[in-house]
């Protein structure tokens, strides 16, 4: 199975602030990665795939780049609806497999 | 609309069996995978495995294989997880995602529609 590590563990910001988050695989995933947010209590939500591609309706602050083994989900100017969890995943190859998670918290 | 509507929360006792269900609206349920995910309390997601409905096509986690079993009735537009014989790990919410792919190749694959969740909680 591909390992996917992302730091950090949980972040501290404020509103305004720029956030990135890393994902690391632990073998190359080509451009095969997503990123989701999770608030709780609430199913995941699709953020992003293919890298950078955002999903229809998603804010443009949310940006997503990297390719191969290491890939960056930016946040360019943090909203308070955006304190929660975000995940990432890949498909290179099965099982589909995600990040352990990042929280980002309210400093 | 365009959704997936999972069954209710479900307690149990360890050794009983479960089914939970996942029924989509509003698409051609028959032309996309459906996954299961796992959540245990304050833990990540883990993709149990997929289904395509049209043919019940099944790719499974092997970390789950023989654990659960997945299932769909494409003329109810629903997809099932079962279990034979719970345990107190089983608990946690398990949802169900409609799979989509980025490419003409069918390659990328990602979650795009998710239903709400069944917690699911195994206790004597």
């Known amino acids: 199975d591909i390992q996917m590590t992302q730091s950090p563990s949980s972040v501290s910001a404020s509103v305004g602030d720029r956030v990135t988050i890393t994902c690391r695989a632990s073998?190359?995933?080509?451009?095969?990665l997503a990123w989701y947010q999770q608030k709780p209590g609430k199913a995941p939500k699709l953020l992003i795939y293919a890298t950078s591609t955002l999903q229809s309706g998603v804010p443009s602050r949310f940006s997503g780049s990297g390719s191969g083994t290491d890939f960056t989900l930016a946040i360019g100017s943090l909203q308070p609806e955006d304190f929660a969890t975000y995940y990432c995943?890949?498909?290179?190859?099965?099982?589909?497999?995600f990040g352990g998670g990042t929280r980002v918290e309210i400093k | 609309e365009v959704q997936l509507v999972q069954s209710g929360a479900d307690v149990k006792k360890p050794g009983e069996p479960l089914i939970i269900s996942c029924k989509g609206f509003?698409?051609?349920?028959?032309?996309?995978?459906i996954g299961w995910v796992r959540q245990m309390p304050g833990k990540g997601l883990e993709c149990m495995g997929t289904?395509?409905?049209?043919?019940?096509?099944?790719r499974y986690n092997p970390s789950f294989q023989g654990q659960v079993t997945i299932s769909a009735d494409k003329s109810i537009s629903t997809a099932f997880l079962q279990w034979n014989s719970l345990q107190a790990s089983d608990t946690a919410i398990y949802y169900c995602?409609?799979?989509?792919?980025?490419?003409?190749?069918?390659?990328?694959?990602?979650?795009?529609?998710w239903g709400r969740g069944t917690l699911v909680t195994v206790s004597s």
């Open positions: 509003g698409y051609s349920f028959t032309n996309y995978w």
């Open positions: 995602a409609r799979r989509n792919y980025y490419d003409v190749k069918g390659r990328g694959w990602y979650f795009d529609l």
């Open positions: 073998q190359g995933i080509s451009s095969w």
């Open positions: 995943q890949q498909s290179n190859s099965l099982p589909l497999t």
């Open positions: 289904i395509y409905p049209g043919d019940s096509d099944t």
